[in-house]
């Protein structure tokens, strides 16, 4: 069952706010994301960014929708939502593109993740692709 978000809208425009360098694709621009709350027992995810497309998107004006699972979302920690959400909005992404009439228009993607791995993956084998050594990096300044 879904439900209207507006804490998390509220609380996307917030990170949207503090880290547009990060999200160029949704800071300022005119992308429309709906955000919902799936109330279920059980969830594969904690959030999801999807595209809406074509007739449907025509029809709700949204670009994006972004569900959360309320059941993680009540008990969570603030900067875990915050993460959360920077993490779902990363995933839109704008393609700038040419109509054969020669105007630019935005097609909006999905982003996709950044490396996909087991930690096993680093601990038995390095950093054997450049964005194992970007993730080292980033722990290095961490630490
Ligand atoms: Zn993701």
């Given at each position: 069952m879904y439900s209207e978000a507006e804490e998390?809208?509220?609380l996307a425009e917030v990170v949207i706010d503090q880290?547009?360098?990060s999200l160029q694709d949704v800071y300022g621009t005119a992308c429309r994301i709906k955000y919902l709350f799936k109330d279920s027992k059980k969830s594969q995810y904690l959030g999801k960014c999807s595209r809406a497309t074509g007739k449907w998107a025509h029809l709700v004006a949204t670009d994006y929708v972004?569900?959360?699972w309320l059941q993680w979302w009540k008990d969570a920690l603030p900067n875990a939502k915050k993460a959360l959400l920077f993490h779902e909005?990363?995933?839109i992404q704008s393609v700038e593109?040419?109509?054969?009439?020669g105007d630019l228009e935005i097609n909006w993607k999905i982003r996709k993740h950044d490396a996909e791995m087991f930690v096993d993956d680093i601990a038995l084998f390095g950093t054997w692709l450049p964005v194992h050594t970007e993730i080292l990096e980033v722990c290095?300044?961490?630490s």
């Open positions: 998390v809208q509220q880290h547009g360098d972004i569900e959360i909005l990363r995933h593109k040419e109509t054969p009439e290095k300044e961490l």
